[in-house]
């Protein structure tokens, strides 16, 4: 299974299409999660009809400008039993061709506000649930740390947000995947003691999945013209 996750900060940009265009028919990814949209990818299909016909694809629809979550698969790999979406995520109940076993996957896009985050972990608890023997995979901008290593420069204490995101991935039995190849995958553009760099964008599994004895790999992709890197 292969999963790219990206905040591409605006899917209009026609730069940006040609972008993740490129990388999906190089890569051909089994699954690829977008966030912040602010786009209609009916728009999108009418132009690059080509590379996105190969995918099956829902989305959360931006409200005008503003957020918009976007999942595509290949559905030669993958047949969907069961959908979950707001605002901030996009859960889909998937299952490979030929194979009983099922999985869930989250297409997590995450706001700023404390309230709002500690909300959404609380409403993320109450999906897996739902789905207690399904092993998980969540992917996106979580827009939370879970520790100064995961930050470079601004305010160096954590939130509530940090210790309650500490507390999901344990509750949860989820793992924190690692990158290969780095920590950061956002930062905001400035340079010198102005520059703030986070781990904002993750790739988080159930801890079964580890024990499937699958080998596992994340990395951080080229810089694709969004604050936030490819994962």
């Known amino acids: 299974m292969k999963i790219t996750t990206w905040n591409i900060r605006g899917l209009g ?11 999906i028919k190089e890569e051909k990814y089994d699954i690829v999660f977008i966030q912040e949209t602010k786009f209609s990818v009916e728009k999108i299909r009418e132009k690059h009809r080509k590379w996105l016909n190969r995918y099956e694809y829902l989305e959360v629809k931006a409200n005008k400008s503003i957020g918009g979550i976007l999942t ?3 559905p030669q790999k993958f ?11 996009l859960s889909l109940i998937i299952q490979p061709v030929g194979d009983r076993k099922c999985y869930m996957i989250t297409n997590v896009y995450d706001p700023q506000p ?14 897996k649930k739902r789905y207690p023997t399904l092993p998980w995979i969540l992917g996106g901008d979580f827009n939370m740390i879970k520790s100064l290593m995961e930050k470079k420069g601004g305010t160096r204490t954590l939130g509530r947000d940090s210790i309650a995101f500490q507390n999901f991935l344990t509750n949860m039995k989820l793992v924190d995947m690692e990158t290969n190849n780095g920590i950061f995958t956002w930062n905001n553009k400035r340079g010198g003691s102005t520059q703030v760099a986070s781990k904002l964008d993750r790739f988080i599994i159930s801890e079964e999945l ?16 969004s604050y936030h890197w490819p994962i």
């Open 13 to 23: 940009s026609r730069r940006k299409q040609r972008n993740l265009g490129n990388r």
């Open 210 to 225: 580890l024990l499937m004895g699958s080998s596992l790999t994340t990395l951080i992709l080229p810089f694709g013209g």
């Open 114 to 127: 404390m309230e709002d985050k500690l909300r959404l972990l609380t409403t993320r608890e109450d999906i």
């Open 72 to 74: 595509l698969w290949n």
């Open 79 to 89: 047949g969907v039993i069961d959908v979950e979406e707001s605002r901030h995520h």
